[in-house]
């Protein structure tokens, strides 16, 4: 099981916007990253702490955080967005132990 | 440029050992944490293990403290992953990663990843 939940998979037409939640209760004490994968590739850090976007991520990546819910929106969805997304976030045992969401599956129709 | 090569993976029988290796270069190796992740077939991403940057102080997956072992060789930039009493359950492809800080869980830059198998 995970400690931070995620939506299994989700949809987004073309262009249209979508926004990937995240829910736990380490972020009530520490902010979400998110990440991207693509079938056969490794993760890539889309967007970290702070919502900072890191250097070659398009603008229409954006994060927030609420309470204990990091969102991850993409607005303007394009067909190379689709992949899978990964928060992950420190626990908040204070041992610095890591912890990572199930995962969201996006498909771009 | 940042590079992360991994190494080690391989097809192993149930109790066996195996040591992953993970060659970085590209930025200043001692100066950032370094983790493990790895990722079972067609499953999600399980964090296994940090390190800081001069290896004195290591953390782990509380499922997997005993068995797994995180190190680094600082003089020849390398991260070592020690796996122990491996089963099949263990089977999934591991990725080493570069901490944007020391340490933390910002994961920068991510190798390609190295499999390991474990058959019962």
């Known amino acids: 099981s995970y400690e931070l939940t995620q939506d299994p998979a989700m949809s987004v037409a073309l262009g249209q916007t979508v926004r990937i939640t995240c829910q736990g209760d380490s972020l009530r004490g520490y902010y979400a990253n998110w990440y991207q994968q693509k079938p056969g590739q490794a993760p890539v850090l889309v967007m970290s702490?702070?919502?900072r976007r890191p250097s070659g991520i398009p603008d229409r990546f954006s994060g927030s955080e609420s309470g204990d819910t990091a969102s991850l929106t993409i607005t303007g969805a394009q067909a190379e967005d689709e992949a899978a997304y990964y928060c992950n976030s420190r626990d908040n045992s204070g041992n610095h132990r890591v912890v990572f969401g199930g995962g969201t599956r996006l498909t771009v129709l | 440029e940042v590079r992360l090569l991994e190494s080690g993976g391989a097809l192993v029988q149930s109790g066996q050992s195996l040591r992953l290796s993970c060659a970085a270069s590209?930025?200043?190796?001692?100066?950032?944490?370094m983790t493990w992740v790895r990722q079972p077939p067609g499953q999600g991403l399980q964090w296994v293990a940090g390190?800081?940057?001069?290896?004195?102080?290591?953390y782990y997956d509380d499922s997997l403290r005993g068995r797994f072992t995180i190190s680094r060789d600082n003089s020849n930039n390398v991260l070592f992953l020690q796996l122990t009493s491996l089963t099949a359950e263990d089977t999934a492809v591991y990725f080493c990663?570069?901490?944007?800080?020391?340490?933390?869980?910002?994961?920068?830059?991510w190798g390609q990843g190295t499999l390991v198998t474990v058959s019962s």
């Open positions: 990663a570069k901490d944007s800080q020391n340490p933390g869980y910002i994961y920068d830059s």
């Open positions: 590209g930025f200043t190796f001692a100066a950032y944490g």
């Open positions: 702490v702070g919502n």
């Open positions: 390190i800081s940057g001069s290896g004195y102080s290591s």
